[in-house]
């Protein structure tokens, strides 16, 4: 997970946006990343600890035992690949990536994660 604390740079740079136009966006002036600057706002972690939990609770009541150890290589995954980042990354990539991650430790469908977050 990057421990950087992100803060917008003065200056910003042209990239292409989501809807295709080239537009100028903030970045951080300490790593460079780029900030997410659309409506579609990302989460913080604990909000896909708790989707987590409650995925957790809908499948032991199924019969489905979740270890700890799988609800652990979900989250590491998840921050490894800087989707826990909110200053840039977009709650629709978060979502749709955890879906993915989740599907990999848990084996089951994505539809079935998505219900849950
Ligand atoms: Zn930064």
Redesign the pocket.
């Known amino acids: 997970m ?1 421990a ?4 917008d740079s003065e200056e910003r740079v042209w990239l292409p946006s989501r809807n295709h136009l080239i537009r100028l966006h903030p ?7 780029v900030r997410n600057s659309s409506a579609d706002i990302g989460k913080e972690i604990g909000y896909f600890a708790n989707s987590l939990s409650r995925l957790r609770e809908f499948l032991n009541r199924r019969g489905f035992k979740v270890s700890r150890v799988q609800i652990r290589m979900v989250i590491l995954e998840f921050e490894k690949r800087g989707l826990a980042d909110k ?1 840039s990354v977009p709650f629709s990539v978060q979502r749709r990536e955890f879906a993915r991650i989740v599907r990999k430790y848990f084996n089951i469908p994505e539809e079935t994660v998505m219900g849950f977050i």
């Open positions: 990057s950087c604390k992100h803060e970045h951080c002036k300490h790593c460079g990343i200053y």
